[in-house]
Nanobody, 128 residues
Framework: QVKVVESGGGSVQPGSSLRLSCAASGYSGQFNWMAWFRQAPEKGREGIAAMWTNGGGTTYYADSVKGRFTVSQDNARNTVYLQMNNLKPEDTATYYC????????????????????WGQGTQVTVSS
């Protein structure tokens, strides 16, 4: 059974950095895409970063995090990181990892319906 697990969340002050990890286990192959979403209280789930992991590692970012967040791939299969720098209070949210893009809807990498498997999320709180 495939399992997706995020880790690395926490409470930090504005301007700080955090690195989130996502490990997807239970699958012998390489997932095609691995992505990061976040959901703030009373808001929808927002796609913020993704990597086309079996397509040369091309990365994609939402405008809200571009230049501050970086997604990278570990040498271990099906593990990605989200390096978050210069965190702001508006980055406060539960962060989710999503893998296995299905392409069935023909949508964008940042749409939740594009992904078949999700983790349980890790909380990031940015406040002074």
């Amino acid at each position: 059974q495939v399992k997706v697990v995020e880790s690395g969340g926490g409470s930090v002050q504005p301007g700080s950095s955090l690195r989130l990890s996502c490990a997807a286990s239970g699958y012998s192959g390489q997932f095609n895409w691995m992505a990061w979403f976040r959901q703030a209280p009373e808001k929808g789930r927002e796609g913020i970063a993704a990597m086309w992991t079996n397509g040369g590692g091309t990365t994609y970012y939402a405008d809200s995090v571009k230049g501050r967040f970086t997604v990278s791939q570990d040498n271990a299969r099906n593990t990605v990181y989200l390096q978050m720098n210069n965190l702001k209070p508006e980055d406060t949210a539960t962060y989710y990892c999503a893998v296995d893009r299905n392409y069935g809807y023909g949508g964008s990498w940042s749409e939740t319906r594009e992904y078949n498997l999700w983790g349980q999320g890790t909380q990031v709180t940015v406040s002074s």
